[in-house]
């Protein structure tokens, strides 16, 4: 009998309570197994199954983390590219524009966009401030957002960085 065949077998008859219990044990012996990439894996995959296609704080904040580029200097910048709370200011404004996308969809898009275009943005508009150029951002990550078209449907930010 293999892991998947004895909790389907019991599952039915066992109280939440117990299986609590049985992810805990399970949970365990994977922390102790497992390679902090392969547990992050296994966390997607897992939230990916129960959670509503939105990122959360905890995945967003992974997400954002392995974000980077080099600008026309070579310099390397790390994301996050704007403070939570400043993101969470930037939410508030433009929310109902990208309904039902939660404040940790937007943080994802927005430091994406952010590193990905960059440059070019400094190329197009290289006089401008950084004030101009976060509304520039702002912008197109409310634009990817609402790109209903994408095979992702109302998931596009969870589904595009997990699938």
Do not use: S
């Given at each position: 009998m293999n892991l998947v065949?004895?909790?389907?077998k019991y599952q039915s008859d066992a109280t939440p309570e117990q299986?609590?219990?049985?992810?805990?044990?399970?949970g365990?012996?994977?922390?102790?197994?497992?390679?902090e990439n392969d547990l992050l894996k296994l966390y997607k995959e897992i939230y990916g199954v129960v959670g509503?296609?939105?990122?959360?704080?905890?995945?967003?904040?992974?997400q954002i983390k392995k974000m980077v580029f080099e600008d026309d200097k070579d310099v390397e910048h790390r994301a996050p590219y704007y403070t939570a709370a400043k993101t969470q200011e930037i939410y508030e404004t433009v929310k109902d524009e990208i309904r039902?996308?939660?404040?940790?969809d937007f943080a994802v898009v927005l430091n994406m966009i952010y590193s990905d275009n960059y440059n070019l943005m400094k190329k197009?508009?290289?006089e401008d401030s950084e004030e101009q150029m976060m509304d520039k951002m702002v912008d197109l990550a409310v634009n990817w957002l609402r790109d209903d078209?994408?095979?992702?449907?109302?998931?596009?930010?969870?589904?595009?960085?997990?699938?």
């Open positions: 065949e004895l909790i389907t299986m609590v219990k049985v992810t805990k044990i399970i365990k012996f994977v922390a102790m197994h497992a390679e509503n296609g939105h990122f959360n704080d905890f995945f967003a904040e992974a039902p996308y939660n404040q940790w197009w508009f290289p078209d994408n095979p992702y449907g109302h998931c596009k930010a969870w589904g595009y960085f997990n699938h």
